[in-house]
């Protein structure tokens, strides 16, 4: 072979080796730019989705609604208490019992034993006394608690249901969420659970009270 022809042909297989590098490191860039960039992405929504804060209910104020702002009072939470441990149908036992015991003094007086006297007047002052006068100290203990760590409630009333604030804590209470509205001459209760109400005294209410009426009546609670 020519020396001449062969000094060409190893300049053709070098440039050849030469050329396939430069594809060879061409490509290896390609292939890496989509991974950073996903990898970016991805931990640019994770950063967002961490620093999401919760969302407080939602509530549309609007003119003449009614707002209700204090302490919870003694006298309205025991009220509630009384009102549905003893003259409601929850409270029918009660009755019951208490009535039994006091007929079977009555009516048995001279045929009882001094012990048996002794032990129906203990049960007759169990039910008289004392259960409605710990149902007293219990709601006395719960509401001065209450005072005392500075716990007030907020409530606002209008058409589009109720919004309940207590310290940094909302929650929002549409009016199906309402089963039942009693009203009595110096309060109303609006229960959420046949255990469970709001009770709101007319004496704090105010020349709200008539607005407060108009509401329940317009949710078809009245």
Request: hydrophobic residues 40%; negative net charge; charged residues 25%.
């Amino acid at each position: 072979m020519d020396p001449n022809e062969k000094n060409n042909q190893e300049e053709e297989i070098l440039k050849a080796e030469t050329a396939d590098e430069a594809d060879s490191a061409q490509s290896g860039v390609m292939s890496e730019a989509p991974d950073e960039a996903i990898g970016t992405q991805n931990d640019t929504t994770s950063g967002t989705d961490a620093q999401e804060a919760p969302t407080e209910p939602e509530f549309e104020h609007e003119e003449g609604e009614v707002c209700l702002s204090g302490p919870l009072r003694f006298r309205d939470l025991f009220a509630f208490r009384l009102k549905y441990s003893y003259f409601s149908i929850n409270g029918a036992a009660y009755w019951i019992i208490t009535v039994l015991i006091l007929a079977c003094l009555l009516m048995n007086w001279n045929n009882y034993e001094i012990k048996t006297k002794v032990l129906l007047f203990v049960l007759l002052g169990i039910m008289v006394i004392y259960l409605p006068g710990n149902a007293a100290l219990r709601t006395l203990q719960y509401t001065t608690m209450l005072k005392a760590e500075g716990i007030t409630v907020t409530y606002v009333v209008n058409r589009n249901g109720i919004l309940v604030t207590q310290g940094e804590q909302k929650e929002v209470l549409g009016w199906d969420m309402i089963r039942k509205v009693k009203e009595t001459g110096k309060r109303f209760y609006l229960y959420v659970m046949k255990n469970s109400a709001f009770v709101f005294g007319k004496d704090l209410l105010g020349d709200q009270t008539e607005a407060l009426r108009g509401y329940l009546k317009g949710a078809g609670k009245m």
